[in-house]
């Protein structure tokens, strides 16, 4: 039996991937994932692959297409996914209910019971795959938290993670001209680094980039914004230079950069003169700025826009192959509510079928 509070099944998947699911990547593996363990999520998704799901797909014959780093997606609609698990679980024998809460869960000796709306139920076993805090629009609470807690398993600290940031109220005026442009750019924090679009935006920083870096930011760090990394700016600067030194250097950069970026990078540093002005020392700082913009974040979005929460059910309490809950047999959690969070691709998606998959296998 499979109880969801929600009034209609898998609507996160419906939202994901901007309406196609990104329902997996074919390169996920454990060194696209948080936890505090980095072994812990290595046996579900050795035993459960992309390439398992893929199957499962193909079965269904949802066409579907490889985006950019090994991201999947279908070629038609989420709803085609949603649609391939009903009739998974119509297959298998599951007794879909929705619309249907969850007032306690007890544990006896004869297995645990269920208070719902919907009556009392009983069960040998229980599966707890309620996700995170993210998206509370779309239903999420901190259900499996409590239940976690309720039974003496530990929890890590939850935050939200692939979120957009947010930016101190002078610099985000600062950079009000810019919001909607998009730029190619690799986001540092510490020794981690993604390259992927960046965003500017009302609030703040977004795109994949910034999503990717707010999973490992924490408040008062700083990260640092490469743009156009590929571009070597100090040498096309002082080309520019030689060739045309009447040239602005806004003009200049526009080549590579967006007309908008391009202009605040000029006007951020006041340069007004043409390239013949300019001595190669302040070119070579200008180009060193645009691959090393130090930006200190105020914050994140919240769990409003976030797309996972990081952190949740302590995996020290947890079996690894077989998402049980040591000191309590029979009780498992499987998903986003574990202390096990994936990059922003579809590694979310994998890691949720895997360790249902773990679960399922056990139970």
């Known amino acids: 039996m499979l109880i969801d509070h929600a009034r209609a099944p898998g609507e996160k998947i419906r939202i994901s991937g901007g309406g196609r699911c990104n329902f997996t990547n074919i390169h996920a593996g454990p060194k696209n994932y948080i936890s505090v363990n980095p072994h812990f999520m290595k046996s579900a998704l050795a035993r459960f692959t992309p390439a398992d799901f893929i199957a499962m797909v193909d079965k269904h014959r949802i066409a579907w297409h490889e985006k950019t780093l090994g991201q999947l997606f279908c070629d038609d609609s989420a709803r085609d996914i949603i649609r391939m698990l009903l009739d998974e679980m119509r297959a298998g024998g599951v007794d879909l209910r929705l619309g249907v809460e969850i007032s306690a869960v007890e544990k006896g000796e004869a297995g645990f019971r269920l208070q719902t709306t919907d009556g009392e139920i009983r069960a040998g076993s229980v599966v707890i795959a309620t996700g995170g805090k993210s998206i509370p629009k779309m239903g999420a ?77 924490r408040e008062g760090d700083e990260i640092t914004l490469s743009l ?13 230079k030689k060739e045309n030194g009447r040239q602005a250097v806004q003009t200049v950069l526009a080549q590579h950069l ?80 574990v202390d096990v969070t994936g990059w922003l691709g579809g590694y979310n998606f994998q890691w949720a079928w895997a360790s249902g998959h773990a679960a399922g296998e056990s139970v």
């Open 228 to 240: 156009e990394p590929d571009v070597d700016f100090a040498a096309m600067l002082k080309a520019a």
């Open 141 to 217: 609470t901190g259900f499996a938290y409590k239940v976690a807690e309720q039974f003496g398993l530990r929890l890590t600290e939850t935050r939200p993670g692939l979120v957009p940031l947010t930016l101190d109220p002078a610099l985000l005026a600062e950079l009000a001209p810019l919001a909607g442009v998009s730029v190619d750019a690799e986001v540092r924090h510490g020794k981690t680094a993604f390259r992927e679009a960046l965003l500017f935006t009302h609030r703040g920083l977004s795109g994949p980039a910034i999503l990717q870096i707010s999973s490992y930011w």
């Open 258 to 337: 967006p007309k908008r970026l391009a202009q605040y990078v000029a006007e951020r540093h006041k340069i007004e003169k043409p390239l013949a002005d300019l001595s190669d020392k302040a070119l070579e700082a200008l180009a060193a700025f645009l691959h090393g913009w130090t930006v200190k974040p105020a914050g994140s979005e919240g769990y409003r826009t976030a797309e996972v929460t990081l952190g949740g059910v302590d995996v020290s309490g947890l079996d690894s192959r077989t998402m049980m809950a040591k000191a309590v047999p029979g009780l498992y959690f499987i998903g986003e509510c």
